[in-house]
């Protein structure tokens, strides 16, 4: 399903999602719009990857369908929260729809590292997977953070402990064909833009969750762009032009 262009859909409450929105317009192959109303309303069939963003009401049984068909299509869906003392409910309402889709990671209300903070591979913060493939370096500030059991996978660790063990700042699990990423802290956005091509790695993990591996073996094959269908029939024809020689 993933190719190297791909399609996002943006939709959520309270966050300014035209900053995901314009970013991800910004990336080169790559397209986004923003959904409005209700979720189960929504064409997602062009959709690779939907940022469902700081819900400040439930999700409907109906929407949670949609979220469950979209996953089942092999489509991804980034959440993103905020530290536990900013927007507590908006997680409680995440953390039900990560439940009913099945999901094993949850956030809990409250907060750790407060203050613009930057984590790296060398720190041990940034985890090795395809999905951080390029993240050198990542500015974050004040998460909250993450459970997880079961085969959802810690991307990227915070600096302070919780409960006495690693906290974990961003993961991911899949689930059937698709899969669900998690964050905690929209300053990943706000404080971050104007340095995408500066000290900061953010915009490469973003534009990763679009398009890197999950290692998901449920994963629908790639199709392959026209491009590259025009070069594999024109390779094929120089191949019965030599034998015909």
């Known amino acids: ?15 300014n999602i035209s900053t995901i ?3 991800y317009n910004g990336l080169a192959g790559h397209s986004s719009s923003i959904a409005n109303g209700q979720l189960d309303t929504v064409d ?5 990857l939907l940022w469902a963003v700081q819900p400040a009401d439930s999700y409907t049984a109906n929407e949670l369908s949609t979220m469950s068909s979209f996953l089942s299509g092999g489509g ?11 927007a507590p409910s908006e997680n409680n309402n995440i953390n039900a729809a990560l439940a009913a889709l099945g999901a094993d990671i949850s956030i809990n209300n409250v907060v750790l590292d407060g203050g613009f903070r930057s984590a790296s591979v060398g720190d041990g913060q940034i985890l090795s997977h395809p999905l951080t493939q390029g993240v050198d370096t ?9 459970s997880i059991s079961g085969d959802a996978v810690a991307l990227m660790l915070g600096e302070e402990l919780y409960n006495g063990m690693d906290s974990v700042m961003m993961a991911y699990q899949n689930i059937g064909a698709g899969s669900v990423f998690l964050i905690t802290d929209q300053n990943v956005w706000d404080n971050s833009g104007s340095n995408w091509g500066g000290n900061f790695d953010n915009g490469t993990m973003f ?3 679009l398009a890197a591996s999950t290692n ?4 629908p094959p790639q199709v392959p762009e ?10 094929v024809a120089g191949l019965l032009r030599r034998r015909r020689k």
């Open 1 to 15: 399903m993933f190719t190297q262009a791909g399609v996002v859909t943006v939709w959520g409450e309270r966050y």
């Open 21 to 23: 929105n314009t970013f």
């Open 207 to 209: 534009e990763n969750l």
């Open 44 to 48: 997602l069939s062009s959709t690779d």
């Open 216 to 219: 998901n073996p449920n994963e």
């Open 76 to 86: 991804r869906i980034a959440f993103m929260g905020e530290h536990g003392n900013f």
């Open 226 to 235: 026209p491009a590259s269908i025009l070069l594999l029939s024109l390779g």
């Open 138 to 146: 990542y500015q974050y500030a004040a998460f909250a953070p993450l």
